[in-house]
């Protein structure tokens, strides 16, 4: 089942297959792409503070990041009173719900093409998007609420909701149910894991500077790499 929204684009191809949008970009279009681009770059730009902080504040970390290990983390620092329990909880939800909407916009403003945008070139990007599209007309509520624990991005169900036309508030009611869960469940862990998480936590900040040139590294071949699979061959 395909879904139809007035206000996006149809599935013809376009122009530019890179962006979401045909022909000249409505300012809207542009707001949009470039709060998604953001997003982007925050969460790369944070990224060289992950060992040192890990090991030092998780709770910093989360407020950041609201990274999966951040709240482990945390949790468990709080499990041997390094950190306040309530505060490991409430720290990552402000940055994990921030920029969730944008990719809700982003599926009522372009529709199909959005879906395609977020799959990316990853190999399993076409299942992805052939589940998303079978599926467009029953993905809903439930999808959004397990949206972190579901095989597929959660930029991708966001997007779904959005094109196949679901308010923006009920979206934000049901993101941040779906994010009390993903935050209970990874703090909860961390705290019953405990003393031993702890310990591996600031094993990895006492060796922050390397992890980070690791990090860095990695990032950098995995960017390179993506934008050369993009280029399309030049001729000799």
């Known amino acids: 089942m395909t879904a139809e929204n007035p206000e996006a684009p149809g599935t013809a191809a376009r122009e530019e297959p890179r962006l979401p949008w045909e022909g000249k970009p409505r300012r809207v279009d542009i707001l949009c792409w470039a709060g998604i681009t953001f997003s982007g770059i925050y969460a790369l730009a944070l990224l060289p503070l992950v060992p040192s902080l890990l090991g030092t504040n998780p ?3 989360e407020v950041l ?3 999966t290990t951040s709240m482990v983390t945390a949790g468990a620092f709080a499990r041997v009173d390094e950190a306040p329990l309530a505060l490991a909880i409430l720290a990552p939800f402000p940055i994990m719900v921030l920029f969730d909407p944008l990719y809700w916009w982003a599926g009522k403003l372009w529709g199909r093409p959005a879906i395609d945008l977020f799959a990316g070139n990853r190999p399993r990007a076409q299942r992805w998007v052939d ?5 467009a007309g029953r993905i809903g509520p439930p999808a959004v609420v397990l949206a972190y624990v579901l095989p597929i ?3 991708l169900i966001y997007a779904a909701v959005g094109w196949t036309g679901m308010r923006l508030r009920t979206f934000l009611l ?3 149910v779906g994010t009390a869960f993903w935050v209970a469940l990874n703090v909860g862990l961390g705290y019953a894991i405990g003393q031993g998480a702890v310990d591996v936590a600031k094993a990895i900040s006492r060796y922050a500077l390397i992890l980070t040139v ?3 590294v990695v990032v950098v071949v995995v960017q390179v790499r993506r934008t050369t699979r993009r280029e399309p061959p030049r001729p000799l």
């Open 214 to 216: 690791v990090l860095v």
């Open 131 to 135: 589940k998303v599209e079978r599926n």
């Open 153 to 155: 991005p959660s930029a």
């Open 65 to 67: 990041r609201g990274s």
């Open 174 to 176: 049901l993101d941040l």
């Open 59 to 61: 709770v910093l970390l």
